[in-house]
């Protein structure tokens, strides 16, 4: 994260523009306020160390308010795909193949591809 951030390194401006386009776009998309429902099965995963915005609190609230579940993962910040693929690519797997049980479309015993 900290290389893709150093792009911006001496560019304040164009980081300050960008960043504020981001926050601008964020805000206009809470003040509508309009249901956001998922029609397919869904997990949030969210690093235990996310620090970006609000993060933390609004995953909590999604799966609070949703019972979508939630997994945090140990020792990961905002990227925590980056930060713990391994946990993250185990996480989804085992999702997406209790997904595929449920409707029958593969074998329990049958290995991911």
Request: hydrophobic content about 35%; some cysteine.
């Amino acid at each position: 994260m900290r290389d893709i951030m150093m792009e911006y390194d001496g560019d304040q401006e164009r980081y300050a523009a960008l960043s504020g386009h981001g926050f601008r776009m964020l805000a206009e998309a809470m003040e509508v306020d309009l249901p956001y429902e998922i029609p397919c099965p869904a997990m949030l995963i969210c690093g235990e160390k996310d620090r970006a915005g609000s993060t933390v609190r609004y995953n909590k609230a999604w799966h609070e308010k949703s019972g979508i579940p939630l997994e945090w993962i140990k020792d990961a910040g905002h990227n925590s795909n980056t930060d713990k693929p391994e946990i993250v690519n185990a996480l989804i797997q085992s999702f997406v193949k209790t997904i595929a049980e449920d409707k029958g479309t593969i074998p329990e015993d049958s290995p991911p591809k």
